[in-house]
């Protein structure tokens, strides 16, 4: 059974950095390419970072480029999402998610980063 | 990178079909055929239910159809149920290392 568990979200204030980290079980990790997306309170679904099964290309939305990085360490399979410069925008259930065939295949439980002063 | 344009709101009596559209443009749902769409129950996680257009993951009821004409496509849900009261979301990838996804349908079975 494939399982995606995201952890490291919490309150931080803007300006702010954490560290978001996704373990995933039940599947070849080392095969397969990831996703990050987020949804705002309330809001609909905006996808945030890509990074295929090498770590061989890593790519962002336009709205976190420059602050967000992502990353993988296969002998942990896990998958990471360093967010700097936190905005308020960021405010968001933040996904960790499989990638089938360029669609978003598996979703994790998601956690939740409030920015706020 | 713009949204794709879904309806915000369907709906339709148990037994009955609905159909719910998704558009873009030549950039994205029209010039690739990575297309997807996803249900969110309150408080869930979003859940897998079509993707490369037409393609059902394991699982998933083959009362969920998808299709794809020009810059648009659609997601149709056949004989109606309950549990089928959800958002939609589509998404597509949008070349230039991107993917978009719509705003969002809510469907209410009435």
């Known amino acids: 059974q494939e399982l995606l568990v995201e952890s490291g979200g919490g309150v931080v204030q803007p300006g702010g950095s954490l560290r978001l980290s996704c373990a995933a079980s039940?599947?070849?990790?080392?095969?397969?390419?990831m996703h990050w997306v987020r949804q705002a309170p309330g809001k609909g679904l905006e996808w945030v970072a890509f990074?295929?099964?090498?770590?061989?290309?890593?790519w962002y939305a336009d709205s976190v480029k420059g602050r967000f990085s992502v990353s993988r360490d296969n002998s942990k399979t896990t998958v990471y999402l360093q967010m700097n410069s936190l905005r308020a925008e960021d405010t968001a259930i933040y996904y960790c998610?499989?990638?089938?065939?360029w669609g978003f295949g598996h979703w994790g439980q998601g956690t939740l980063v409030a920015v706020s002063s | 990178q713009s949204a794709l344009t879904q309806p915000p709101s369907a709906s339709g009596s148990p037994g009955q079909s609905v159909t719910i559209s998704c558009t873009g443009t030549?950039?994205?749902?029209?010039?690739?055929?990575?297309v997807s769409w996803y249900q969110q129950h309150p408080g869930k996680a979003p859940k897998f239910m079509i993707y490369?257009?037409?393609k059902r993951p394991s699982g998933v009821p083959d009362r969920f159809s998808g299709s794809k004409s020009g810059n648009t496509a659609s997601l149709t849900v056949s004989g109606l149920q309950a549990e089928d009261e959800a958002d939609y979301y589509c998404?597509?990838?949008?070349?230039?290392?991107?993917?978009?996804f719509g705003g969002g349908t809510r469907l209410t079975v009435l």
């Open positions: 998404s597509s990838y949008a070349g230039s290392n991107n993917w978009v």
């Open positions: 030549t950039r994205d749902v029209g010039g690739h055929n990575h």
């Open positions: 490369e257009v037409t």
């Open positions: 039940g599947f070849i990790f080392n095969s397969y390419n």
């Open positions: 990074i295929r099964y090498d770590s061989s290309d890593k």
């Open positions: 998610v499989k990638d089938q065939d």
